[in-house]
């Protein structure tokens, strides 16, 4: 039985991904910039089995069906295409962070399910085309194949790599807040700013300056004009959201209370940027000489349950080898 494992960490979008100029073939409409993160990583394991009658995917030892299984079975179509095959699979894969914590896990869940099944299916398949791959499950998964900070521009196919995780230290706290009641996809909310949203176009002209300056200031390692920037993406990113119908919205008045902090602290000279997708936690990009003092800060506000601190990691890995 041929399988194969493969770690994958998640990232988050510094200038954002919101829009498709395909839909069919999940083609984003702007330019992100991404950064792979340390923490919140998934394993997991594809094992092909002429024996099985469908494909099973198993979460955190969960049998998961429907739209999960869907998803996953598509991409392992592409895989069995490419490999000439029509075994089915096993997949379990493992978050290391709380799924309860409602936090997106997709990206790094689609990178990982890549990268294990070319390689369990026997094909030697270069880094740009496992990207696309994931890309193709769901777009923020392609960035999760690169280390570092990692591009995914409008109507690729695949990321590429910008510049490697020791690049810039930087710091990434995640200040995770109560759920609220279960919020609308990526997928869904995506779509329904496209057809309703008055802001959307606005959104979509705007973003490729946002992406120029963020790619910049990642070069020259200038927090002011990456914060800047990111903040930039994020609020208008949420303003098409809001605008939609019925609206886009996911923050709680914990997402409210970071947001306000963050800024009162940047007020008392602390650089601290926030950024927020789609779900209620904000991430607070900093300097790792004051991340203990943004910690603290953030720790403390009502309706924050916890803050996990991220640097910049790696990029999507076999487990006996990288993805090439
Ligand atoms: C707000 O990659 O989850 O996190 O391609 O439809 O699966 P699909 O969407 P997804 O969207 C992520 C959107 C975002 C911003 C970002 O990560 O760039």
């Not at 109560?178 to 997928?187: A, E, F, I, L």
């Not at 120029?212 to 930039?232: F, H, I, N, P, T």
Request: proline share 6%; with cysteine; aromatic share 6%.
């Amino acid at each position: 039985m041929p399988s194969a494992t493969a770690l994958a960490h998640s990232n988050i979008a510094l200038v954002k991904y919101w829009g498709k100029a395909d839909r069919l073939r999940n083609l984003p409409a702007v330019s992100s910039l991404s950064l792979t993160l340390d923490g919140l990583a998934t394993r997991t394991t594809v094992a092909f089995d002429e024996g099985l009658a469908t494909d099973e995917l198993w979460l955190n030892g969960q049998r998961q069906q429907g739209r999960p299984l869907q998803r996953a079975s598509r991409l392992l179509d592409t895989v069995r295409g490419w490999a000439g095959s029509s075994s089915c699979a096993h997949i379990r894969s493992t978050n290391d962070f709380p799924t309860a914590s409602g936090l997106a896990s997709s990206a790094s869940g689609f990178a990982a399910l890549a990268a294990a099944s070319c390689a369990a299916a026997g094909l030697h398949v270069e880094a740009p085309r496992v990207s696309a791959l994931a890309r193709a499950a769901s777009a923020s998964a392609a960035r999760s194949i690169h280390p570092g900070f990692v591009l995914l521009p409008r109507g690729a196919e695949a990321a590429e790599p910008w510049a490697a995780a020791d690049h810039w230290p930087v710091r990434l706290l995640i200040a995770v807040t109560d759920r609220g009641p279960k919020s609308v996809g990526s997928t869904e909310g995506m779509q329904r700013c496209e057809e309703t949203s008055p802001y959307y176009s606005a959104w979509v002209e705007g973003a490729e300056a946002l992406y120029e300056r963020a790619k910049a200031a990642v070069r020259q390692r200038d927090l002011e004009a990456l914060g800047d920037a990111m903040e930039q993406s994020t609020l208008r990113m949420h303003a098409a959201m809001h605008a939609a119908v019925p609206p886009v919205f996911y923050w709680l008045p914990a997402t409210i209370a970071v947001l306000r902090r963050v800024w009162e602290l940047r007020a008392q000279g602390t650089l601290a940027y926030a950024t927020m997708d789609a779900g209620p936690h904000v991430k607070v990009l900093v300097s790792p000489a004051d991340a203990d003092i943004v910690y603290r800060a953030l720790n403390e506000l009502p309706g924050v349950s916890e803050v996990l601190v991220n640097s910049p990691g790696p990029g999507c890995q076999l487990t006996d080898g990288g993805v090439e």
